[in-house]
């Protein structure tokens, strides 16, 4: 039995960033010998600080030794022992000289709390009592950035201190979802990710699957550029069990910040859906799973990737329980604790009619990214046609209390809205919500993943939650009677995430394109750079929405601006078929977990 072994991402900076560094065997960087781990060692950068108090120490133990020898032979004249007040000096000295950081704290053994430095390509951080190095981030040259000796920090475009909160990042886990049956012996469709440039650089991408280079490209600045990629049989097949997938995801990586869409599959002929893609920067350790019931013979699911290796996976099943086809260390009634190594994903699949993954609790003790959907489905159950459900979902600590929630609109028939199912789950116990306009439903939530449910609404409502609350909002299927295009999934953004401008991406090859907009209503907006007129008030909330049409005639790139911050969301319909997601975000800790 041939065993591999997966190179972590320590180890790769060992490899191919550190040089002359050397590396332990399980890939960590070692600074001495017989280190165990990063931070185990004393760092080769020394502070001035550090140096002052060497210093200091050694000129205390000199004087004391010269103390020590006088005193010696004072007392075999004396025949006596006497104190030496050069040595009591000596000893005070050394209690006294402590090193201290910018703010006054004291140093510890090791480092100055909070200071940094390179250990090669790895930026370190001193822990908080001063005793080891810890590995803050490792500085990937294929992000174009590096380790700067003057600040120890990750420095250029794709550092984590220059991206921020956002969308819009450099290192991406496009990941194919669990799809119809059909695609498992002959995919008709492509499976496809639309890179945006946002930058003012062309942008070198690398797209990876374990340790195999898949595709790579420039994306001039400013451009979109659609990549399609392989289907991976082993996350798309079947109807379960419950599966572990090594190296399930692909990663793509590119030199300038970036956005990044997937589409199962590109193409507008069957059954769709897409997502916009998180980066890792803004991946979370809790998330809220949101999906469908299981319908018919056909399954729901969720997928969670890892970035990290040794990232251990908890599974938690949603309040009122659900049936899950057992595999790859999840159990049947929905819960397991599994590890992940980099790029690796775990499918939960749903086994028996109506079982329904939404409330689902994934917790990891590094950051993920989870996926929540169905492989094709009613919405609701007794609406033709199915079709694909997936959508990234938002850690929680993005989440929020308050959401504004629109409909799409109807197509052709753009001036009416499209009936839609909206859910709004709680993410902590004793949630209790508000709907502006009164929407006649439940406004008691119990426990934490606990819901409720609007059903073929074409209302526009605000909704508030006296705690975090999190909003997915569906498509109804075409035979209900509201114009072109099938179920698809999206998850609704908070006021508190809105942003100025995006840059973003829709399939041009699709029948009609659509941005939606809900801005404050003195706001001034627009797209590809013309003015929106046609507003709606959504009750007394402040806030109006706009439904866009989008042209199909360039490349799928577009643009909205405004004077205040807005949020948008992006739609493609064809007949029996569409795809929703949000057109962008911030995604800052709104509540910290």
Request: hydrophobic fraction near 35%; charge should be negative.
């Amino acid at each position: 039995m041939a065993i591999r072994l997966k190179p972590t991402l320590t180890s790769l900076a060992c490899v191919s960033l550190l040089g002359a560094a050397a590396c332990s065997d399980d890939g960590s960087v070692d600074g001495g010998e017989g280190a165990d781990e990063i931070g185990t060692e004393e760092s080769s950068s020394t502070t001035d600080a550090g140096s002052e108090s060497e210093s200091a120490s050694g000129s205390a133990e000199s004087s004391s030794e010269s103390s020590s020898e006088e005193s010696e032979s004072s007392s075999e004249v004396d025949s006596g022992v006497t104190d030496d007040p050069m040595e009591s000096s000596s000893e005070s000295a050394e209690d006294t000289t402590t090193d201290t950081t910018e703010t006054g704290e004291p140093c510890g053994p090791e480092c100055c709390p909070g200071e940094h430095t390179c250990e090669g390509e790895v930026s370190l951080t001193c822990n908080e009592d001063g005793t080891e190095w810890e590995q803050d981030e490792v500085c990937d040259s294929l992000q174009g950035v590096v380790c700067s000796e003057d600040s120890g920090l990750c420095e250029g475009a794709c550092s984590e201190s220059a991206l921020g909160q956002s969308y819009i990042g450099c290192d991406y886990y496009p990941t194919v979802t669990p799809q119809y049956d059909p695609y498992n012996d002959a995919p008709k469709d492509e499976f496809a990710v639309a890179v945006a440039n946002t930058g003012a650089e062309d942008a070198i991408i690398l797209v990876t699957q374990g340790d195999d280079t898949v595709y790579d490209t420039v994306v001039s600045a400013g451009s979109v550029e659609v990549i399609t990629l392989p289907w991976v049989n082993a996350m798309t097949k079947g109807s379960g069990p419950s599966a572990l997938i090594v190296d399930g995801a692909y990663r793509l990586r590119s030199d300038r910040p970036i956005v990044v869409y997937q589409y199962n599959p590109l193409d507008s002929t069957t059954t769709n859906d897409a997502s916009l893609m998180l980066p890792v920067n803004v991946w979370g350790k809790e998330t809220m799973v949101a999906s469908w019931p299981h319908w018919s013979s056909i399954p729901a699911f969720y997928t969670v990737v890892a970035h990290e290796d040794n990232t251990t996976v908890t599974l938690t099943p949603p309040p009122g329980g659900v049936a899950v086809s057992a595999g790859g260390g999840v159990a049947s009634d929905g819960s397991g604790q599994i590890v992940l190594d980099n790029s690796d994903a775990i499918n939960v699949i749903t086994s028996t009619t109506n079982a329904d993954l939404t409330g689902s609790l994934v917790v990891a003790d590094k950051p993920v990214q989870v996926i929540g959907g169905h492989k094709c489905t009613n919405v609701p159950a007794n609406i033709t046609a199915c079709d694909h459900l997936e959508e990234a979902l938002f850690p929680i600590e993005t989440l929020a209390d308050e959401y504004i929630v629109v409909p799409p609109a109807q197509v052709p028939n753009d001036n009416l809205d499209k009936a839609q199912m909206v859910r709004v789950i709680a993410t902590e116990d004793d949630t209790t919500l508000t709907f502006e306009p009164d929407q006649g439903v439940s406004t008691n939530l119990a426990s934490a993943g606990d819901f409720v449910q609007l059903s073929s609404t074409t209302a526009a409502f605000k909704v508030t939650g006296d705690k975090p609350i999190m909003v997915v909002q569906y498509m109804v299927g075409q035979s209900a009677g509201y114009g072109t295009s099938d179920p698809a999934m999206v998850q609704a953004v908070t006021p508190g995430q809105f942003r100025t401008d995006y840059l973003f991406f829709a399939a041009p090859s699709w029948t009609a394109n659509y941005v939606d907009i809900i801005a404050p209503t003195d706001a001034s907006v627009t797209v590809d750079g013309a003015a929106v007129a046609d507003w709606s008030a959504v009750g007394t909330s402040g806030y109006s929405v706009a439904h866009v049409e989008l042209s199909n005639a360039g490349d799928g790139t577009h643009s909205v601006s405004a004077d205040d911050k807005v949020g948008i969301s992006v739609y493609g319909v064809q007949s029996a078929g569409s795809y929703w997601y949000p057109g962008g975000l911030e995604l800052l800790q709104l509540n910290p977990q």
